[in-house]
């Protein structure tokens, strides 16, 4: 049995008091995973941003707000864990400045200063050890497998789950995973529960034990 952590769901980046950037992730792929993932009997953290579905009860959550927080829950969990799978969406920008008090309108163009957050998966692929593994997954509009290979190998992770926009907010998923080497070792379409349970055996299968085996 493996313990996994498991990011889901979207950050908020604040403006100021009551406005934030963020995306429509809903959390549903984080909890497809930690269902298939305890079906198999193993143990689940999720770092998970603001979301209104429903986790697994037998998964541990641990709710996160901002990409910093996601990123130090996830750091503090994945040294305790065996693997980490990051299925959220945490935002890539947030502002140079917060406003300490709401933004008001001025009939004027409003020029928003960003800068970029730290990136999640890839400070996991540089943290993991020889007997831990690192699965990220990557949203693209274009070239969908090229930039996957690239974040794959840019975030050092051992696996990766190539997706795209119709995914966000949405029941279906229609993913390609690909190993180290870059090579499409699954193609799976379907309710994001079937593919959940798909990713899992493969993931199971092709690192979890790999993994074991060495401890």
């Keep these: 049995m493996a313990k996994i952590l498991i990011t889901s769901g979207p950050t908020r980046q604040y403006l100021d008091p009551v406005r934030y950037l963020s995306n429509a992730s809903s959390g549903r792929m984080g909890a497809a995973l930690a269902e298939a993932a305890l079906r198999l009997g193993h143990e689940v953290v999720i770092v998970s941003g603001p979301v209104s579905i429903q986790y697994p009860s037998a998964a541990k959550v641990v709710p996160v707000i901002t990409t910093d927080e ?6 503090t969990w994945f040294a305790r864990c065996d693997g980490a799978i990051g299925a959220a969406a945490p935002c890539d920008y947030m502002p140079r400045f917060v406003e300490t008090q709401k933004i008001a309108k001025t009939g004027e163009p409003l020029t928003l200063q960003l800068v970029e957050t730290p990136d999640v998966v890839a400070t996991l692929g540089q943290m993991k050890t020889d007997r ?7 949203l693209e509009t274009e070239d969908r497998r090229f930039r996957a290979i ?6 050092l992770c051992d696996m990766i789950v190539s997706n795209g926009p119709t995914a966000i907010d949405s029941d279906e998923n229609d993913v390609e995973l690909l190993d180290a080497s870059g090579v499409a070792v699954a193609h799976v379409k379907g309710t994001k529960q079937q593919v959940a349970d798909v990713l899992l055996a493969e993931i199971d299968d092709r690192l979890i034990r790999k993994t074991a085996s060495i401890r």
């Design 70 to 75: 996601m990123l130090l829950a996830s750091r």
């Design 150 to 155: 690239v974040k794959l190998e840019k975030k």
């Design 132 to 138: 831990q593994w690192v699965v990220g997954f990557a």
